[in-house]
């Protein structure tokens, strides 16, 4: 599994890698500006993501952001709804409008601060699962 872990704090980031390094190949962007460089190069390299864990709140690019923009560099790579990486959004932000608009924009997964190792083990199991 490739996954891509995007947060501006060096803290969150080394947490968020020490549990998810366990599941498959980590890489690490600081800012959304980062991520969409490390997500386009992968589809070009046709060695996509399967999973992006991703902060809203980054300068440069917030998370939502680069949300929006990932799914369109998927689309323009023709890579059906629902085929390509598996977002989870980490913010600390906890109120439906938020919630509901991460998910309008394609995320799979909305993760409040602090995330728990649990939550984090438990969408890598349903991600790593295989389906029936």
């Known amino acids: 599994m490739k996954i891509l ?25 600081v800012n959304g500006k980062e991520a969409i460089e490390y997500f386009e190069l992968s589809i070009k390299k046709k ?14 690019m917030d998370g939502d952001e680069t949300l929006e923009m990932i799914r369109k560099i998927e689309e323009d790579a023709e890579i059906a709804s629902g085929q390509g990486a598996k977002i989870a959004m980490i913010s600390a932000l906890n109120d439906k409008k938020n919630i509901l608009s ?23 199991e349903e991600v790593t699962s295989p389906t029936i």
Do not use: T
């Open 102 to 124: 991460s998910f309008s924009k394609g995320c799979e997964y909305y993760l409040v601060k602090p995330v728990h190792h649990d939550k984090i083990q438990e969408i890598m």
């Open 5 to 29: 872990i995007v947060d501006d704090d060096l803290v969150s980031r080394k947490y968020l890698h020490g549990i998810l390094r366990r599941y498959g190949y980590c890489e690490i962007a």
């Open 47 to 60: 060695d996509p993501y399967d999973m992006v864990f991703l902060d809203i709140m980054m300068p440069e």
